[in-house]
């Protein structure tokens, strides 16, 4: 599938990719050509041990056959879920495509090399402000945070910044990937792909 998306465009399972990694690629590109802010903005869902839910936008910074990779503070809400249940599921929604993808997986920690490598492409107010919030807990007021901003960015002048060891990367291993397009008389096109072993991925159609 190329060019413009049109309302009555057919999603079928004779013109997706049998890889749904490459059918992402696919819409992931049309989706950053066509969307003006954040095409790679997605719903992280997590659950506490005990299946409650919670869930907030993060960005995705990388993808291939391995996983989509996340990064956040290590001591967040988020991280405190996937530690005791590291079932997640990624959700994007590109309205300008009518199109959304949810990604199903475990969760696991990107290896220390490749979050300090992907910190050190970060603006330097980013690292700092990576430095400077602890993701999630109580503060007394925004003063304090902008206080410890200034204390960091003193710290560190002139100096290269270190990735914060509460910092790094997550990288969500797909086990169900679902493609959905718009239709008309919400006759909507679904179609999943599910892990069956290691390399091996079925594809069905669902119901709208």
Request: glycine residues 4%.
């Amino acid at each position: 599938m190329s060019g413009p998306v049109q309302e009555e465009e057919t999603l079928d399972e004779q013109s997706v990719h049998r890889d749904p990694i490459k059918q992402f690629a696919e819409w992931f590109d049309e989706a950053t050509a066509a969307v003006p802010s954040f095409p790679n903005a997605a719903i992280l869902a997590t659950a506490t041990e005990d299946g409650k839910p919670s869930a907030r936008v993060v960005l995705l910074k990388s993808y291939d056959a391995d996983g989509f990779v996340f990064y956040t503070n290590y001591t967040s809400r988020k991280a405190e879920e996937l530690k005791c249940n590291p079932q997640a599921e990624l959700l994007f929604y590109w309205p300008e495509l009518k199109r959304q993808v949810r990604i199903e997986g475990m969760v696991e920690k990107t290896s220390e090399q490749e979050s300090d490598d992907y910190f050190q492409s970060r603006p330097r107010d980013s690292q700092i402000g990576a430095w400077a919030s602890s993701q999630s807990a109580v503060i007394p007021n925004r003063q304090e945070l902008e206080k410890r901003f200034k204390e960091i960015e003193k710290r560190y002048e002139n100096q290269r910044i270190t990735r914060p060891p509460q910092w790094g990367g997550y990288r969500l291993k797909p086990r169900k990937i679902e493609f959905w397009q718009s239709r008309e008389s919400r006759l909507h096109d679904r179609l999943v792909y599910i892990l069956k072993d290691d390399r091996t991925w079925m594809l069905q159609r669902l119901a709208p």
